[in-house]
Structure formats: C-alpha cells, structure tokens
Antibody
Framework: QVQLQESGPGLVKPSETLSLTCTVSGGSINNYYWSWIRQPPGKGLEWLGYIYFSGSTSYNPSLKSRVTISFDTSKTQFSLRLSSVTAADTAVYYC??????????WGQGTLVTVSS | QSALTQPASVSGSPGQSITISCTGTSSDVGSSNLVSWYQQHPGRAPKLMIYEVSRRPTGVSNRFSGSKSGNTASLTISGLQAEDEADYYCCSYASYSRVFGGGTRLTVL
C-alpha cells in the first residue's frame, strides 16, 4: 500500500525558502493529485497546493506567489518550496495523496519552525 | 478563498448522536459533491472519514455518515464512543483548489 514520508530541514530562517520533499513508496504517482497541507501549532489545516501526475499544478490563492510544487525527475518524490517565510509559516507540513478532495494516505507530518 | 465555517466545539454523551456542520458558498461546498471529512487525534495525522459528501472509506465505522444541503455539509456520528473524541475538519473543492473548514473539537462527556 502507498506510504508517504516528508523530509527536510526542521528550522528555516526568516526571509529564506522552505523546502520539503515527500517520498512516495508502495505505489505509483500516476493518475493522482499530490497535495501539501500544513497546520500551525494549535490551529487548523490549510491546503497549500497540489501537483497532478501530468505535472499541472494548483495553489492556494492566498499563497500562490510564494508556493511551488514539483516532481523530481524519477517521479517518486514531489517537493514543496515556500519562499520568503515568516514566523507565520511555522507549522507541521503534511503531504497526502489527493483523489479529488479525498486525502489518503497522509504522511506523518514534519514540523518546520521559522526562526533566526 | 475563505475557510469553511464549522462550530468550534460540540459535545455529546456516550451513545448519543452529534452533527457537525460545514458551511461554505456556492463556489465551494455548493458547487460539487467533492466534500470530505477528517478526524484528527492529538499529535497524529488526519484520517479520512467521509469523501464525496457521504461515502465511507473501507474500515471506517458506519457510525459516521455525511450529507449535504445547498452550501452546508454535515457529519453525523451516532452511538458516540470515547475514542471519537478528536478534532474534525471538512474540506471542499473550490475552483480547481481545495479549502478546509476551521475545525471542530468533539468532546465526549
């Protein structure tokens, strides 16, 4: 069965770019959307964007200018880049397979703290 | 794109039924049947409980059910159990993107 695992730095400095990778194992990337979702400490979930297996993307309008989601060349991983981060971007970041507003499975999540 | 509106908290006693509402607009909840619900226990990743308004994934108890009327979707949990105490989030399609609700804390008294 498909499993997802987030990886990347746990600490990012203000104004820098947050970069995370989601590794997909046990299944194919084909024919699915792949989303990034985050959750600030003690707060709710926020959808950041998705990449479709074809490579097309869609982003949360409130973050669109700062978010980029892409596949690696082997298409076994997809990545999130969030530029010009501030303390408000501190959150647990999740990746998830997206079968059309049907997120399953999810990765375990990774906490990213923005601090100098 | 504004977050969908959910009550901050609901509560019920074991064995009772509760309903959590998720209100959006004609541009999101009202625009399609692509509404899903997630259960999240502290420190854990969310778990899909309902998709496409009322479908249950394999393995999810039939005590969980979903419905929608106009711009409002609802999650009903019947026969409340202690293990149902968690945060619940709705999510909807919204013009090639997705939007979550603010979340509801369910307390089992």
């Amino acid at each position: 069965q498909v499993q997802l695992q987030e990886s990347g730095p746990g600490l990012v400095k203000p104004s820098e770019t947050l970069s995370l990778t989601c590794t997909v194992s046990g299944g194919s990337i084909n024919n699915y959307y792949w989303s990034w979702i985050r959750q600030p400490p003690g707060k709710g979930l926020e959808w950041l964007g998705y990449i479709y297996f074809s490579g097309s993307t869609s982003y949360n309008p409130s973050l669109k200018s700062r978010v980029t989601i892409s596949f690696d060349t082997s298409k076994t991983q997809f990545s999130l880049r969030l530029s010009s981060v501030t303390a408000a971007d501190t959150a647990v970041y999740y990746c998830a397979r997206d079968l059309g507003v049907r997120f399953a499975p999810w990765g375990q999540g990774t906490l990213v703290t923005v601090s100098s | 794109q504004s977050a969908l509106t959910q009550p901050a908290s609901v509560s019920g006693s074991p064995g009772q039924s509760i309903t959590i509402s998720c209100t959006g607009t004609s541009s999101d909840v009202g625009s399609s049947n692509l509404v899903s619900w997630y259960q999240q226990h502290p420190g854990r990743a969310p778990k899909l409980m309902i998709y496409e308004v009322s479908r249950r994934p394999t393995g999810v108890s039939n005590r969980f059910s979903g419905s929608k009327s106009g711009n409002t979707a609802s999650l009903t949990i019947s026969g409340l159990q202690a293990e149902d105490e968690a945060d619940y989030y709705c999510c909807s399609y919204a013009s090639y993107s997705r939007v979550f609700g603010g979340g509801t804390r369910l307390t089992v008294l």
